[in-house]
């Protein structure tokens, strides 16, 4: 098993640099291989890219996507 530090590091760079995702105001926790993104994005397909962006690094034994949605409002 990967130590939690190293999949909190890969998943954060993974989120950071990825164009397709604001990774703002999104949190990401590791603990025992159980990741836990929270924090909010604005669309129910930016909640569903950010677990398909981290989901398939090794060492990860489960996702828990705690993200809210909350639209931007167009003023």
């Known amino acids: 098993m990967r130590p939690d530090e190293d999949l909190l ?7 950071e640099f990825d164009p397709a995702i604001d990774a703002t105001n999104i949190f990401v926790a590791v603990e025992e291989g159980i990741v836990t993104l929270s924090g909010s994005v604005h669309s129910n397909v930016a909640q569903w890219m950010a677990k398909e962006a981290v989901k398939h690094i090794s060492g990860i034994r489960s996702i828990i996507v705690e993200l809210e949605v909350r639209p931007l409002i167009k003023e």
């Open 9 to 15: 590091k890969e998943i954060t760079q993974i989120l």
